[in-house]
């Protein structure tokens, strides 16, 4: 089995959390740290909740604090989904973890441009601080083997008609990654609508019964009821974790290599990841899409992870 050694970036948030536990536990990932940008909450209160996270789970990496608000826009929060700490519905124990000194693109720059392997890049949330690092030192292009994120949508968006949340947060952000000529797999809303933590899965991960599996339950007790009360779903979609658990078995996916643009131009279909899934425009393709999911294996995945730890 190959290890893979990531950076993940992320703005936890519930399904954030769950990429973390399922990151810092699987012997197919070498988690060399974790940078964290504002998003599902503001820097500071994401920030909290990884160093939270990280000590509940005995994750012992770097956690650097990154942008607090994208390129261009002011950063808007999911308070309604993710409530006001960003991790609602956890009890944490006091906070002895400190962040690192180093800034998210100081450390992202770091890592890459030191490590004798190449290194993939794993973006949850909005993807300001690899686009910033990617301006900064562009040389670290040439050791970033992937870039996985969870963002966009071939079809339909979550916060407006066109655009998926991470990546309307900060388009330019997204518009400078994809067009870098990285390897770039874009896993959106079409498949991890297809993970929903729907009563039957909590009552699975739930009688479990360690410590991680406590921490899914009651995380996602919460997440669900604010799915509900927003959206009306019985079990919210869990997106990031899609990410990690395609790391750990990439045959969950079935991917679909095409050209993807990022609409910048600040109209009605402002950061939309247009995906030429018929190859209409034949331009260069840029982008290996994730189009369906085996979602029975992927839970099968977080319940081996939450009996190990």
């Known amino acids: 089995m190959k290890t893979r050694k990531i950076i993940l970036d992320c703005d936890p948030g519930h399904d954030d959390a769950i990429a973390i536990l399922l990151a810092g536990s699987n012997p197919a990932i070498d988690l060399l740290g ?20 990280c000590q509940y789970l005995e994750i012992d990496v770097p956690v650097c604090l990154g942008s607090a608000n994208p390129i261009i826009k002011n950063i808007e929060v999911c308070e309604l989904i993710h409530g006001e700490t960003g991790l609602d519905g956890f009890d944490f124990e006091t906070l002895k973890r400190d962040f690192d000194s180093r800034s998210a693109v100081e450390f992202i720059v770091q890592t890459i441009l030191d490590s004798k392997d190449p290194i993939t890049v794993v973006t949850t949330g909005p993807m300001t601080n690899l686009a910033l690092a990617i301006k900064v030192e562009p040389k670290i292009l040439e050791n970033i083997e992937e870039v996985v994120l969870m963002g966009g949508s071939y079809t339909n968006g979550n916060v407006s008609p066109a655009a998926e949340f991470n990546i309307f947060t900060d ?28 009563p039957e899965i909590i009552s699975r991960m739930e009688g479990i019964n360690t410590k991680s599996s406590i921490l899914f339950t009651k995380l996602m007790k919460v997440f669900n009821e604010n799915q509900k009360s927003v959206f009306g779903l019985e079990g919210g979609p869990l997106h990031d974790p899609v990410t ?54 992927f839970w099968d995945i977080v319940e081996i992870e939450l009996k190990n730890k």
């Not at 974790?34 to 996270?53: D, M, S, W």
Request: aromatic share 8%.
């Open 34 to 53: 974790i940078t964290v940008v504002a998003g599902n909450q503001t820097l500071i209160k994401t920030g909290i909740n990884t160093l939270n996270l």
């Open 171 to 198: 388009p330019e952000a997204a518009y400078i990654v994809f067009n870098s000529k990285l390897k770039v797999t874009m896993i959106g809303l079409d498949v991890t609508r297809q993970v929903k933590v729907l």
């Open 244 to 297: 990690i658990a395609y790391l750990i078995d990439p045959t969950i996916l079935d991917l679909k290599y095409m050209h993807c643009d990022i609409d910048i131009s600040h109209g009605p279909s402002y950061g939309r990841t247009n995906c030429d899934i018929f190859d209409y425009l034949h331009l260069e393709k840029n982008t290996f899409v994730a189009m369906d999911i085996n979602s029975n294996r």
